[in-house]
């Protein structure tokens, strides 16, 4: 290490050995001189290139230079010195280093460099492969006009780097006699994941890493215990940045904490995994099909408050996915076998010898308080003077980061001297509580009963209030469920004391706490008396929003109103789940008014299922109501409920329970004084839309005046836009009885909409017109209908329903004759539909592989995948429509005149014997490959 380094701007040159612990197994006699001459190799480019080795990491080294060219320069010489020496000891293996280089300030202390240019520059480093050279945008700006002859940089585009905050563009450094293909750089975005963006930098921890992670390699199942606010999520969430390249399948977070019963944790894993319900298959089966084979981890994120129902679900997983790896965060373990438990400790303190600025910058907790009340005092610095202070602050606070953050927060209004004041007074470890609790649930429960002591009465009031609200809120939320407090400037002072915190979303401020503060709040909320009024407020005010909302999502401005929907998702749960015990009837109807936000966000049908079938049963078992208006409002309640029940049944294939549930929906509209004629036609078009699937002709026939008259009333209501929701089902009724020109008639109606403004309501018509024109034979029109849809499901974020508009725009490929395009098509889109837990889909997908095999002359194949696509049926209870039977049944008939009996009976049972995933291999390999994997 350097005795002294010069400070200001610099070019940080990191390297380190890929493999190099394979290596050292491999060749532990001979590796301590390949190090050496390697560490010779990168001194003599170092200095030879007017920089200077900071220091050596085992197998890596850190560099810093004055200019960004000189540090390319080196970078470059380092990479050809290892490829020109053939590394004869450890023949046939090699040494291949990568390199990162980035430029930025640094402060200099002790001979080393300290900043975020530094952190910055090692986790470009740890994305590389051995023998490339990353280079920072900042880093390429100051040397690409000066790069040497036959040098260049490869522009590899924006990427997250583990633990910064801001991604990186991300330059690769090629040069004549290196190697320039590499695989796709490590950053987080390049592995399966879900792990959010992390908006503050991560502190220490370095021992924990190497704890956690050695744990992990040796156990399934590991729990981070410790007490709130330790920083479990954190450094879970870190770890599995880390270690995203061990799991093939991905590595995905499910958020527990803003659950609140245990029937919900299976939902949220299924949620994290982007699995939805399939008809005939219990959820948990479903999880537990799609993980059976995939190697994984899990991450059950704040775990105590559902600790029984998270320890089945473990206990279960683990039993039956045997390369699934599960780490949770709890205030205590699951306590099932197996578990390995891992205390997250406090951050490093301060010793008493410590009394320096310089010595007690090396300790975590320090580092933590200093950095996060820079964020708030931008003046805010160590100094000889506060030193002993800070040292107190972190000494008192027992090193827990989140009492860290929150007394950082301070500096705002206090020097440190005054914050450590604060804490000598009110602060008393482990005597202020319950004895029988844990010495560090006493020390952050003392240190927000001390935050929340600072307040001012007002204050304390509105802060237990807005604990009602779950996932943040807005200032006209708070201001109308909390009446009797001046919002407006009591929440000022929450927001200052860092209670709460202000982000901006789609253009206005919104509001939360942390989760912690948020349960502390809530449990002085009920304490006080005062849950259940705020409460009811509270569903009042969400109530209110999904009936404006309601007719928003109908209107012009569509898209603005499913997103700010969206964003209180967390909030119409919590009113729906205390309106479910309090006011059944009026959570139904809250639910109900949101028919088209459910529609379109799709991945929320499973846990909409959960409510509607609990609420619906709830409801139906009310005493009648007092007063006739009251009576009203509950048939209202249940009208719409059972449509929006409808609408899901039909995505589960359950027809029948539809068709009962929407013909009931019909009669309590009609029986209403005064029936809501939009709602009524929609019910009237559902009820059309589930003839269509069942396909009778005889009901057909009997819904055929129902459909005419949800277009009149469509007409009546004077929803133009709305009538194309009339009109798919009523002209595909009429194609179906064989009557074609009023079919044209509407046909020709429902191709006007095509020139109609994007709305994202219509994305349900429009896709059953394209579907419908598709299996008439229209194939232009289904194209144009389907690329309408394919738009607005793009511009609303609609996933779910993207991937069905692609699997329409394959299919009309295959029916043109495109079948290489279709192929390709069914390949990407199959493994989207499985992902999802979409088994139905995936048979569908089964069978236009094998209509494609049939065309192209291989018969065999074709009655494989007819028979693998008949099993999967078969395990969810799926029928297939009936719409879809004429081309099935067609080709089924042209298969037994070119097989014989025996060879079709005998490919058709390889194909049932095949397990869902086999299938897909098969379907998706190339005719050689497929024929192993058939055979395997």
Same mark, same amino acid.
Request: net charge negative; charged share 25%; with cysteine.
């Given at each position: 290490m ?9 070019t ?6 890929e493999?190099?612990?394979r290596?050292?197994?491999?060749y532990?006699?001979?590796m301590?001189? $390949? ?7 990168v ?11 900071v220091k050596?990491?085992?197998d ?7 200019t960004?060219?000189?540090a &390319?320069?080196a ?7 290892m ?9 046939p /293996?090699?040494?291949?280093v990568?390199?990162g280089l ?6 200099? +202390? ?7 240019? #530094?952190?910055?520059?090692a986790?470009?480093?740890a ?11 900042a880093?390429?700006?100051m &040397?690409?006009?000066q ?13 997250? #780097?583990?633990?910064? %905050?801001r ?6 450094l090629?040069s004549?006699?290196?190697p320039?293909?590499? *695989?796709?750089i490590?950053s987080?975005d ?6 959010p $963006?992390?908006?503050?930098?991560f502190i220490g ?7 956690v ?5 040796s156990?399934r199942?590991?729990t981070?215990?410790g007490?709130?606010?330790t920083?479990?999520t ?9 270690? =995203? ?5 991905g ?6 904490a803003?659950l ?5 944790v ?5 949620g994290?995994?982007?699995? !939805?319900?399939?008809?005939g ?18 991450? =059950?994120?704040?775990?105590e /408050?559902?600790?029984d129902a998270?320890a089945r ?9 045997p ?7 709890s205030?205590?373990p699951l ?8 205390t ?5 303190l *301060?010793?008493?010898?410590?009394r320096?600025?310089a ?12 950095e996060r009340?820079?964020?708030v ?6 100094t000889?003077?506060?030193a002993?202070?800070?040292?107190q ?6 090193? %827990? ?7 950082a927060? +301070?500096?705002?209004?206090?020097s440190?001297e005054?914050?450590a ?11 202020g509580?319950s004895?029988t ?13 001390w935050?929340?002591?600072l307040?001012?009465e007002?204050?304390?009031a509105l802060?237990r209030?807005l ?22 400037s ?7 004391k860092s ?5 901006e979303?789609?253009?206005?401020a ?7 503060i948020r349960?502390?709040?809530?449990d !002085?909320?009920?304490e ?5 009024a705020?409460?009811?407020?509270h ?32 909030? %119409?749960r919590?009113a ?10 009026d959570?139904l =109807? ?12 799709v ?5 909409? @299922? ?8 709830r409801?139906?078992?009310l *005493?009648?109501p007092?007063?006739?208006a009251?009576? +009203? ?7 719409r409920?059972l449509?929006?029940f409808t @609408? ?21 509209e009609?029986?209403?004084?005064d029936?809501?004629r ?5 019910a =009237? ?7 269509l ?5 005889s ?8 459909? /005419?008259e ?8 004077g929803?133009?836009?709305?009538r ?8 595909a ?13 509407f ?7 095509l ?5 994202p ?16 034979g229209?194939?232009d029109?289904?194209r ?6 394919? !738009? ?8 779910g329903f993207?991937?069905?508009?692609q699997s329409e ?14 192929k ?5 889109l199959i ?7 979409q088994w139905?889909? @995936?048979?569908?997908?089964?069978e ?5 095999a ?7 194949r ?5 028979g693998?696509?008949?099993? &999967?049926r078969?395990?969810?209870?799926a ?5 879809e ?9 042209a ?15 390889a194909g049932?014997?095949?397990s869902?995933?086999?299938a ?17």
């Amino acid at each position: 290490m350097i005795d002294a380094a010069p400070a200001g701007m610099f070019t940080f040159l990191f390297s380190d050995i890929e493999g190099s612990t394979r290596l050292w197994e491999l060749y532990p006699e001979v590796m301590k001189p $390949v190090l050496a001459r390697h560490d010779d190799r990168v001194q003599q480019a170092v200095v030879a290139n007017q920089g200077h080795v900071v220091k050596t990491t085992g197998d890596g080294c850190h560099a810093a230079f004055e200019t960004a060219i000189h540090a &390319v320069n080196a970078a470059l010489a380092i990479q050809t010195a290892m490829f020109e020496d053939p590394w004869p000891e450890i023949r046939p /293996h090699t040494v291949r280093v990568r390199i990162g280089l980035h430029t930025g300030e640094a402060e200099a +202390r002790a001979g080393d460099y300290f900043g975020t240019a #530094l952190n910055r520059a090692a986790r470009l480093t740890a994305t590389g492969h051995g023998g490339q050279v990353l280079v920072s945008s900042a880093t390429a700006e100051m &040397v690409r006009d000066q790069l040497p002859n036959g040098a260049a940089l490869l522009d590899l585009g924006e990427h997250r #780097l583990r633990d910064l %905050i801001r991604p990186e563009r991300v330059y690769q450094l090629v040069s004549l006699g290196l190697p320039v293909d590499f *695989p796709p750089i490590r950053s987080i975005d390049a592995f399966p994941n879900n792990l959010p $963006v992390q908006l503050t930098s991560f502190i220490g921890r370095e021992r924990e890493k190497a704890d956690v992670w050695q744990a992990l390699s040796s156990a399934r199942l590991l729990t981070l215990t410790g007490v709130g606010g330790t920083g479990k999520t954190r450094l879970a969430l870190h770890l599995a940045a880390d270690v =995203l390249s061990s799991f093939p399948d991905g590595v995905w977070l499910a958020e527990l904490a803003p659950l609140a019963g245990p029937d919900l944790v299976l939902q949220a894993v299924a949620g994290a995994l982007k699995l !939805r319900r399939t008809p005939g298959m219990p959820l948990l089966d479903l999880v537990t099909d799609y993980m059976r084979g995939k190697s994984l981890l899990l991450i =059950l994120d704040n775990c105590e /408050h559902l600790i029984d129902a998270c320890a089945r679900l473990a206990e279960h997983l683990l039993r039956h996915c045997p390369q699934v790896k599960i780490l949770a965060s709890s205030r205590e373990p699951l306590g099932i076998a197996g578990e390995v438990t891992y205390t997250v400790p406090s951050l490093a303190l *301060p010793d008493s010898t410590a009394r320096t600025p310089a010595a007690l910058a090396d300790y975590e907790a320090v580092q933590l308080f200093v950095e996060r009340a820079k964020a708030v005092a931008p003046r805010f610095a160590l100094t000889a003077s506060n030193a002993q202070a800070v040292a107190q602050i972190c000494l008192r606070l027992d090193g %827990i980061p989140l009492a860290l953050e929150l007394a950082a927060a +301070r500096c705002k209004l206090f020097s440190a001297e005054q914050i450590a004041s604060r804490l000598s007074d009110r602060f008393r470890l482990l005597t202020g509580g319950s004895r029988t609790a844990l010495p560090r649930q006493q020390t952050l429960r003392a240190l927000i009963d001390w935050s929340y002591d600072l307040l001012s009465e007002p204050e304390r009031a509105l802060l237990r209030q807005l604990s009602v609200f779950v996932g943040g809120w807005t200032f006209d939320a708070a201001d109308a469920v909390i009446p009797d407090l001046d919002v407006l400037s009591l929440l000022e002072q929450l927001v200052n004391k860092s209670l709460v915190v202000v982000e901006e979303q789609h253009g206005q401020a919104r509001y939360r706490m942390l989760e912690t503060i948020r349960q502390y709040a809530q449990d !002085r909320l009920f304490e006080s008396g005062e849950g259940q009024a705020v409460r009811n407020r509270h569903l009042d005010y969400f109530l209110r929003l999904s009936e404006v909302g309601g007719l928003g999502l109908r209107g012009s401005h569509a898209f603005e109103w499913s997103d700010q929907l969206g964003v209180e998702y967390e909030n %119409i749960r919590a009113a729906a789940e205390w309106g479910e015990e309090q006011r059944p009837d009026d959570a139904l =109807l809250m639910l109900g008014n949101l028919f088209f936000f459910w529609g379109a966000r799709v991945d929320n049908l499973a846990l909409a @299922v959960y409510w509607l079938r609990d609420l619906l049963a709830r409801v139906e078992a009310l *005493p009648p109501p007092d007063d006739e208006a009251a009576a +009203r409002r509950r048939k209202r309640a249940q009208a719409r409920g059972l449509s929006l029940f409808t @609408v899901m049944a039909m995505n589960q294939g359950e027809y029948r329970a539809a068709l009962e549930a929407i013909g009931r929906s019909i009669a309590l509209e009609r029986a209403l004084d005064d029936p809501d004629r939009f709602w009524l036609a929609l019910a =009237l078009s559902v009820q059309g839309d589930v003839a269509l699937l069942m396909g009778d002709p005889s009901l057909l026939r009997s819904m055929r005046e129902s459909a /005419h008259e949800a277009l009149a009333l469509m007409h009546e209501a004077g929803e133009t836009q709305w009538r194309l929701l009339a009109l798919h089902p009523l002209s595909a009724i009429e194609a179906a009885l064989g009557n074609l020109d009023e079919a044209r008639r509407f046909q020709d109606e429902a191709r006007l909409y095509l020139d109609y403004g994007d709305h994202p309501m219509l994305m349900p018509a429009l896709l059953g017109l394209g579907i419908e024109a598709r299996f008439q034979g229209r194939l232009d029109d289904a194209r144009a209908y389907i690329l309408k849809s394919l !738009r607005i499901a793009q511009r609303s974020g609609s996933s779910g329903f993207e991937v069905a508009l692609q699997s329409e725009l394959v299919h009309i490929a295959r029916l043109e004759g495109r079948l290489d395009e279709a192929k390709a098509g069914y390949r990407r889109l199959i493994r989207a539909w499985s992902d999802g837990g979409q088994w139905a889909a @995936v048979a569908h997908q089964l069978e236009c592989f094998a209509f494609i095999a049939m065309a192209e002359g291989e018969h065999e194949r074709c009655a494989r995948l007819f028979g693998a696509a008949e099993a &999967v049926r078969e395990h969810i209870g799926a029928s297939m429509r009936e719409i879809e039977r004429q081309e099935y049944e067609a080709t089924v008939a042209a298969l037994r005149e070119r097989l014989d009996a025996s060879t079709l009976a005998a490919a058709w049972a390889a194909g049932r014997a095949m397990s869902a995933e086999k299938a897909i291999a098969f379907a998706t390999a190339t005719p050689v490959h497929a024929e192993r994997v058939g055979k395997g």
